[in-house]
Structure formats: C-alpha cells, structure tokens
C-alpha cells in the first residue's frame, strides 16, 4: 500500500502523545517517572481537546451550509481522532494496570473503598469529617439548571441514591471531587512492611452516607466522569473597551465554552450515564468517551514520593557556564564573546543574574523585554519591579493571549504597571511569541547594547524541565535588530526590514525557503547539500513541499521533530533522503534549531518559531544566526548526539509504530550524553 504523502496535523498529534504514552509502558524508566508520563498523557490529551477538537467542531459547524465538502473532511477527521482515542484508551488502562501491579512489588498499595480495613476506614473517615466534607456540595441531577457553570478541568461523582422503602425508583446527585482543596491522594498509616495510598474519589465513597444518610438514603453507587469546554476565546469588538477587558470577558465565556467531551467509567450504569451527557455534552454520540474508574490523570504526576531515590530520574545539579563565574560581570563576560546557554542543563540562574546585575547596575539605563509565560511566583517579574523602582526605564510585551495564561498575565500586567513597568500594547491579530531582552547601558558617554535571544520562555520553573537554549550577545549588528523588533511593538506593527534576524511575519518562511533553494542548487550541482531541522512541530505545507523538492534533488536531509509532523519520509521519488526523528525523555525538547552546510559556510539558527503556518504567518517570531565560531560548533556537536541517540530517539513514519531508532553503535541518550558534554566543556566538577 502507497504511503500518504501527508499526515493530517491532528493524526500526528495523536501519534505524538502516543510516544508520550510509551514512556509511561517502558519498563526501563523509572517507576515514578512511569507513573508521571501517564498524568502528561492525561493532561495532553485534555488541552488537545480544548483546542484542536473544539476548532475541528468549530469548522463542521461554520462549513456545513455553503462548503458541504469541506465540512465533511473536517467531520472525517474527528471521526478518526475519537475513534484513536478510544482505542488508545486501553492501551492506557493496562499502562496504568501495570504501573500500579509494579508498586505493588514494592509494598506499596493503592487501595478502593471497598478493600480497607476497619482501622484504615476510621482513619479516612476522620480525615474526611476534618478536611474533605466542607468542600463537598452534592447537587440533585433533576435540580441541575445550568451545566455550563460547571467548570471542565474538574472530575465528578455521579451517584446513584436507593432507599430501603423504595428501592425501584433511585435518586441521583452528582458533587465536584475537590482535589484543588485537598489534595488527591491519601496516604495512610504503614502497616508493617506495606505502605497504603487511597484516591479522594475512593475516600468520597466510602463515606457517601456521612453525606447522604440524613435524607433516609441507605444504598449507594458512585461512578467519576469529567467532560471538557471549547477553550477558543470569542473576542468581542467594543471599541469601548480596553484590551485586558475584552480578554477578561472572553475568559468568563471560556469557562462556559461547548462541551467537546465526555469521559465516564465504563462500569456506569447507560440510564446514569444518557441523563448526564444528554445535560452536560447535548447527547452527540461523537463525544462520549468510555473510560476507566479514575480520570484526571495529570494528578498523578504528583503521586506520593513513597519509592527510593532509584525509582525516579537520577538529579543533576546544573552547569555553570564556565565565563559566567559567580562574581563576575555578565555585562564584562558578554563584552568579550557571545554567551551560548542550554536549560536545564546549564543554570537559568545566568539570565536571572543578568536582570538582578541590570536592575541595580547604575549605567543600565533601560531594559526592554517580551514576556509570553513566566513563573508563578516569578523571579523575572521581581527583577523588573525592582528594575523600574530603581528608576530604570523597563517596557514589557507581556502577551496576554498566551493561551491558558491570560489570567495570570493579565494580573501580572497590572502588577508591572502599579510599579511603574511600561507595558506595551498587543498588536491587534497578532500574538508576539518571541524570546527578546536588549539591555542598554551607558559606557563612556555611549550607548552600550547587550541582547538575548531564546528559543524558550523566560520562565526559571519550565526551565528546569524544558529543552532550550538561549544567546547572550553585544554584537552591534544582532542588538540593533533586537532594539528595531521592539520598535515595532511600540510602532503597533509598522512592516520593517531586517538583514540578520529572521522574524516573522515578515521573512521566516521566504528566509528558509531561499535556504533550502540554495542546498538545491547545490544538489544539482553535485556538491555536497545537507540540512538539519529541529522544531517542536512542523505543520505548514509550503515548507513541507519545499522539503519534498530537496529530497528529490539529493539534499540529505535530517530533521527532529518533536510533536506535529506532517511530513512522511521515506516514500519513493518524493523523501527517499528524509529521516525524521522525535526524542522524548526526561525533559521536553523544545528548541528550534537550523542548520545548513551553505556550500561549506555553515549556517546555524536558534529561535522562537516552528514550522507552522501561525509562527510563520500570524506572529512576532525571532530567529537568530549564530555568529560564534565556537557557539556554531557546540550547537552542530549537540545535533549530531541528538541524530545519532539510538535509545530515546523514535523514527517518525507517518504511523502509530513509534519504532525505536536502534543499531549496534555504542550506546547514545540525547539527555544525557548532551549533559555529559556540556559538563566536560565547562570543565565542571
């Protein structure tokens, strides 16, 4: 059977987190960070759902009148994605079933209601009577008026209420299971060698007639379901309004967005389970999902820390860059050189540095930064309020329509602006998703720039944990640039030309295209042509065509994508010399990096953008040359650990196989091979 040319960008979603999937199935992981691939499948599977299925119903919808054909391509695709997800429904249960088995080995215990003991069940009904009942609400399901203030990211118990004088005709409540308030977990006394954990839902059960045995009830039946909104927001346009207002009355419509999916125990009752989706999700068959006794697995990631320090991923502390010494300048270091700065495994502590050196520094003048997701609470935002309070000029693009934060940014704006932080205005359509910083400070009597640009937020909590890199510089011809990207937030986007930053939307997608026209041309030639391309997601089929033409003129070439890949390699005539990769592992791989053998004169980017039609089209994106020799080689040196990792790397086929990269070659693991690396070239102890 012929290979599809491309991949629906939804489908490859779904294959991604099935590599997610995987992790928490490898018996070579861990057994807690198991346990914690299963709550980011979990929570994954939940924001797809918000997003892309609610955008797919959304499309239905608004074509199904004058564009019947194309409402029902989009119809056939959310077939697919509700069909695989039910699928892979039981392949997550038995995950679950052997992750669980696997704790068992070890003592510990994940008890139900119904396999407690007499004095663990006087244990868990004192802890419910003194922490859980005040937070639990029961509502009679024939008194439920409005569902849609029922809030998405929660989990419900649906309960089936009998009474001994007549048991034929049941009652049913539903009440919110309040893990925000408590907690999830309970762990409850050791006995002997065994330790003993029981979920809130199970603890809600087993004292559901504390509850309800007041109004006469003496039998009971409790199954969890949760559902999920639409999370688009639906801007209005009142010219009366300010921005920050129209976004927080779009957040109050969020939460009362159309139901897209409902998930229940498949054990509960069909009566039970008609009455609540036809009230919650409107009876659409498509969005009921069967599934297990639990939901909200993302609670999981921060299940009881009851195993060894073996069971989890092994700590390394971060390393020092090796010019940024403790006591020294950053200013004097990136004087001298270009910074180049990998998280987690070199320090975020360098950038925090920098903002605290600036924020008391008396020749700093001003500090002008983009802000898409921070911390909470957020050292980068004390340094700023600190910079602005030590009267430096300080201006912040605080993007408040980064998605899932904008309550939070559109607190933090208020909070900057009552210190006197300068805060930028959004640019209508368009949301700034690049990574910037431009520092002035005055030397001499002249004006001094020093710059950075990421690939990653300038957050110091997803630092830890995500994949990134970033660039100090001075260089006149990098740091002018940045300055004129933060004139045209100030300009409310006044089109500008640049000849070294590639920023979107002006010149990313002709910039790599021409790239890859040149690595053509070379091919053609018979010289040597080759390019790597790491991203997160590659989504857009201008450059996905581009790549199909490289291919078919010899251009070798490797890419490491690791989410949405709409590309196939491999196919005859069209990407025989296309290998495609993705690598998950401890941490999120998440920077975007370009390179090009450009006739021998190697070129390497490192930027804010994939490869997606908004990156390209629909936002502020900057990508970065790196002019450092060294800096150039170091990334190049990281690339080829990542092309040759033969233990974490997945070969991307357009399928749901998820092979495994393998060959006989000594053993190589991205993460900690890169680590390795790092550690010997900063010579760190």
């Known amino acids: ?58 499309l239905v919808a608004l074509n199904e009148k004058e564009y019947p054909r194309k409402s029902a391509y989009y119809q056939n695709v959310l ?16 995950a679950y079933q052997d992750i669980r088995k696997a704790y068992e080995g070890h003592g510990i215990n994940l008890l139900n209601e119904k396999q407690i003991t007499k004095t663990q069940g006087e244990y868990i009904r004192k802890y419910f009577r003194e922490k859980v009942r005040q937070y639990v609400f029961p509502i009679m399901l024939k008194n439920l008026k409005n569902p849609e203030y029922l809030k998405d990211k929660s989990i419900y118990l649906a309960v089936i209420l009998h009474r001994k004088d007549n048991p034929d005709k049941p009652h049913y409540a539903m009440l919110t299971i309040p893990t925000k308030q408590v907690g999830r977990f309970l762990v409850l006394p050791k006995e002997e ?23 006469d009830y003496s039998g009971y039946e409790a199954y969890t379901f949760k559902f999920t909104r639409d999370a688009e927001l639906d801007m209005d346009e009142d010219v009366s309004k300010s921005f920050l207002e129209i976004m927080s009355d779009s957040l109050k419509k969020r939460s009362m ?105 008396p020749k700093v003048r001003s500090i002008k930064m983009t802000l898409y997701r921070v911390a909470n609470p957020s050292a980068v935002i004390n340094a700023l309020i600190n910079a602005a309070r030590n009267g430096k000029n300080v201006k912040v693009f605080l993007e408040v329509q980064a998605r899932f934060d904008e309550k939070q940014n559109i607190y933090l704006a208020e909070k900057l602006q009552q210190a006197g932080v300068k805060i930028v205005k959004n640019i209508p359509g368009f949301k700034v998703h690049s990574k910037l910083l431009i520092i002035r400070r005055k030397e001499d009597k002249k004006n001094v720039y020093y710059g ?50 590639i920023v979107s939307p002006f010149s990313t997608r002709n910039h790599f295209l021409k790239m890859l026209d040149y690595e053509i041309e070379q091919a053609e030639a ?14 857009d089929l201008r450059m996905t065509n581009k790549l199909y033409k490289a291919s078919r003129a010899g251009v070798k070439l490797k890419l490491i994508i690791r989410g949405i890949c709409i590309l ?37 980017y490192l930027g804010s953008a994939d490869w997606m039609g908004r990156n390209l089209d629909n936002r502020v994106e ?36 998820n092979k495994f990269k393998q060959n006989n070659e000594q053993e190589i693991r991205t993460q900690w091979d890169t680590y390795t690396y790092l550690k010997q070239k900063h010579n760190s102890k």
Request: glycine residues 4%.
């Open 526 to 539: 018979g010289k040597e042509a080759w390019a790597i391309i790491k991203l997160n997601n590659l989504a």
């Open 79 to 94: 077939d697919e994605v509700y069909e695989l997800v039910r699928k892979e429904q039981n392949t997550f249960a038995r």
């Open 622 to 657: 900057v990508t970065c040359p790196v002019l450092d020799k060294d800096n150039k080689q170091e990334l190049l040196d990281m690339l080829d650990i990542q092309l040759r990792d033969n233990t974490k790397a997945r070969l991307v086929d357009g399928t749901f196989k």
């Open 452 to 501: 950075y640009v990421g690939t990653g937020n300038f957050n110091e909590d997803t630092a830890k944990l995500y994949a990134d890199d970033g660039l100090l510089t001075s260089r006149v011809k990098l740091t002018h640039e940045i300055r004129k990207v933060f004139e045209l937030f100030e300009a409310t986007y006044r089109p500008m030309r640049f000849r070294h930053l």
């Open 193 to 215: 060698k065994n330790q003993y954990v029981i979920i809130l839902d199970d603890i809600i059960r087993y004292c559901l007639d504390d509850i309800f045995s007041v109004f």
């Open 257 to 361: 967005g159309s139901p897209v999916r409902f998930v229940y125990d498949r054990q509960m009752p069909e009566n039970l389970r008609n009455k609540l989706a036809s009230r919650i999700s409107g009876d659409k068959a498509d969005h009921l999902v069967e599934g297990g006794r639990y939901h909200n697995f993302k609670d999981f990631t921060t299940f009881p820390s009851l195993l060894g320090s073996e069971h989890q991923y092994k700590k390394t502390s971060p390393i020092w860059h090796k010019r940024l010494t403790p006591r020294k300048s950053v200013f004097e270091a990136v004087r001298h050189k270009d910074i180049l700065l990998h998280y987690p495994y070199q320090s975020f502590q360098h950038v925090l540095d920098l903002l605290r050196e600036a924020s008391i520094d």
């Open 1 to 58: 059977m012929a290979k599809k040319k491309y991949i629906n960008r939804e489908i490859s979603w779904l294959q991604f987190n099935s590599r997610v999937l995987q992790e928490a199935m490898d018996s070579n992981n861990p057994l807690q960070e198991r346990l914690k691939f299963l709550g980011i499948y979990s929570n994954n599977q939940d924001e797809f759902f918000r997003v892309r299925v609610a955008t797919l119903h959304r």
């Open 568 to 604: 196939v390699p491999g196919i005859k005539g069209v990407s025989e010399n296309i290998e495609v990769i993705s690598i998950l592992d401890k941490f999120l791989e998440h920077a975007r990096i370009l390179a090009f053998c450009h006739g021998g004169n190697t070129q390497v």
